[in-house]
């Protein structure tokens, strides 16, 4: 009797372990719809997946100064591209960790909402598979998301107190990178409505040594091979490229934030004398366009905003301005006439056809 009592108490134990493990499961992906799909990467996935970029080619061109910001520190004087670039990819595959199962828990709300409101205008503006990274964000900063083939990259702190309607605006804003990435027709015709068309050979633009050593590299717009024609009274056009580099040539110590070294601008080239496209700057790497040209600029990308280092992020912050004004139409009260009439385009080459 005793017997069947301890294995009849040990057959229960054994029921309820299995149901608290199953409670207890872990989600590792949102299935959005049949064909959607959205994956959490833990830390060890996401220590793989953050050093590969199959289609932009990110580790080929970032520079030292660019991963010394990130990394806080000044490499030594004798250090190669290639000990530094390894020595960066082992930081920032030390900077991700796990999401928990309640950050995991908003996320899938803001996914399917995205997912609705998108689909609205095509099925295709989320991708097929789309995954995630948490990162403790100490080589971007506390507040900054990024992409990267099909991942969107979060921090960590934007988790801790959510703040939804933020998170969902700027999750829309990286969707748009991924999309647009994968999309490069439809970047094409979304990047010429703000004067911007591709350069077929990106990899001829030459750079004086000044400015080359002081890029940076935006890893939601990798490819700055795209030119604007900008006009000026009594002159001839000018043709431009976008270009982030850094304040200054190297590393301080004493100013750990990355974004007090970047800045922006537009750079002239010339046209090929041989198959070499010339990016023109001044001897201390700088632009040469003049106030002038860049209002011709401002004019072409409208005025819905101020994000213009790529016509990625001009084009990003303007997607989710759309997909916002989809969700509420009175959202478009806030925008000039031309802004309007961008964002009404911006529809129009997204929706299906």
């Known amino acids: 009797m005793k017997n069947i009592q301890f294995l009849f108490c040990f057959f229960c134990l054994g029921i309820l372990t299995l149901v608290a493990c199953k409670s207890q499961k872990q989600v590792n992906f949102i299935q959005l719809s049949e064909q959607h799909k959205v994956i959490f990467l833990d830390s060890v996935k996401a220590s793989q997946a953050i050093v590969l970029d199959q289609r932009e080619g990110f580790f080929d061109k970032i520079s030292m100064v660019d991963m010394d910001i990130q990394m806080n520190k000044v490499h030594a004087k004798n250090a190669t591209r290639e000990e530094v670039l390894a020595e960066y990819k082992s930081y920032i595959q030390k900077d991700v960790l796990s999401f928990t199962e309640s950050e995991k828990e908003m996320i899938t709300r803001i996914m399917k909402r995205m997912h609705t409101q998108c689909s609205k205008l095509s099925p295709d503006l989320v991708l097929p598979e789309i995954r995630l990274i948490k990162t403790h964000a100490k080589h971007y900063g506390t507040s900054v998301y990024y992409t990267r083939d099909n991942i969107i990259v979060i921090p960590k702190y934007v988790l801790q107190t959510p703040d939804e309607a933020a998170f969902y605006s700027t999750m829309l804003h990286e969707l748009f990178h991924i999309y647009s ?173």
């Not at 999309?183 to 010429?192: F, R, S, V």
């Not at 900008?230 to 001839?236: F, I, K, S, T, W």
């Not at 270009?243 to 200054?248: A, G, I, P, R, Y």
């Not at 001897?283 to 600029?297: C, P, V």
């Open 181 to 353: 990435r994968f999309n490069p027709k439809k970047q094409d015709e979304l990047y010429e409505l703000i004067g911007f068309k591709r350069i077929n050979n990106p990899e001829y633009l030459a750079f004086d040594e000044a400015l080359k050593k002081k890029m940076l590299t935006n890893p939601d717009g990798v490819n700055i091979g795209f030119a604007i024609k900008l006009e000026q009274e009594g002159g001839a056009p000018v043709l431009a490229i976008p270009v982030l580099f850094s304040k200054t040539d190297a590393y301080d110590p004493s100013s750990t934030d990355f974004f007090n070294y970047v800045d922006f601008g537009l750079f002239e080239i010339k046209p090929p004398l041989s198959r070499m496209m010339k990016v023109i700057s001044d001897k201390n790497g700088n632009s040469t366009i003049s106030q002038e040209l860049m209002a011709d600029f401002f004019r072409q990308i409208k005025d819905n905003t101020n994000y213009i280092i790529h016509p990625d992020e001009v084009m990003a912050d303007n997607f989710m301005f759309a997909i916002l004004s989809v969700e509420s139409p009175e959202y478009l009260d806030r925008f000039s006439t031309e802004g309007k009439a961008l964002i009404a385009e911006i529809k129009e080459i997204l929706k299906v056809k």
